[in-house]
T-cell receptor, first 112, second 116 residues
Framework: AQSVTQLGSHVSVSEGALVLLRCNYS??????LFWYVQYPNQGLQLLLK??????LVKGINGFEAEFKKSETSFHLTKPSAHMSDAAEYFC??????????FGTGTSLTVIP | GAVVSQHPSRVICKSGTSVKIECRSL??????MFWYRQFPKQSLMLMAT?????????EQGVEKDKFLINHASLTLSTLTVTSAHPEDSSFYIC????????????FGPGTRLTVT
């Protein structure tokens, strides 16, 4: 069975500060891992993905995530938050690439 | 990026009626499309996997006779909510899986269903 846990349903950071959104996964096989961003009343947009290549993955808008097998984690980071980063962020896992399971999401607020 | 459209974006229907939501992959042919349901301030719940030319695979607890999925072409999947009830009110999102092993889903903008 696959599952994703996102610690912290709400995260607030100051503009320019480090963004850290946490994601831990459970999978019986090496997983594929994803981070998506969702703006209000919109669908999801892929930020980045890990598919067993490099463990440090760079995505769009300055985000990156590191796959740590020993910690079963795939935390999302950005060195400097921008106001436009305020959104809902979802971590997702798949073991086959054919079914995807999402975490409960983290709402990011950026304080000016 | 790839574009997936959904129609309608919002729909209000009366209890007992049926509603059809269309999901189109505009940039590539999608053998596999997914349907999700999202409650306010919550995550996406996978409802079913739609495979072109075959029956959809439903997740546990999702009524296949209530949520009818048809994937008749490589660019179109439809979700029909039959005999809708107020508890079916939700945000429904579809996605198309890009073929070729990229494991990338492209999401539609969602459909807000309100059943009165």
């Amino acid at each position: 069975a696959q599952s994703v846990t996102q610690l912290g349903s709400h995260v607030s950071v100051s503009e320019g500060a480090l963004v850290l959104l946490r994601c831990n996964y459970s999978s019986s096989v090496p997983p594929y891992l994803f981070w998506y961003v969702q703006y209000p009343n919109q669908g999801l947009q892929l930020l980045l993905k890990y598919t067993s290549a490099a463990t440090l993955v760079k995505g769009i808008n300055g985000f990156e995530a590191e796959f740590k097998k020993s910690e079963t984690s795939f935390h999302l980071t950005k060195p400097s938050a921008h106001m436009s980063d305020a959104a809902e962020y979802f971590c997702a896992v798949s073991d086959t690439g054919n079914q995807f399971y999402f975490g409960t999401g983290t709402s990011l607020t950026v304080i000016p | 990026g790839a574009v997936v459209s959904q129609h309608p974006s919002r729909v209000i229907c009366k209890s007992g009626t049926s509603v059809k939501i269309e999901c189109r992959s505009l940039d590539f042919q999608a053998t596999t499309m997914f349907w999700y349901r999202q409650f306010p301030k919550q995550s996406l719940m996978l409802m079913a996997t739609s495979n072109e030319g075959s029956k959809a695979t439903y997740e546990q607890g999702v009524e296949k006779d209530k949520f009818l999925i048809n994937h008749a072409s490589l660019t179109l999947s439809t979700l029909t909510v039959t005999s809708a009830h107020p508890e079916d009110s939700s945000f429904y999102i579809c996605s198309a899986l890009r073929p070729g092993g990229s494991y990338e889903q492209y999401f539609g903008p969602g459909t807000r269903l309100t059943v009165t």
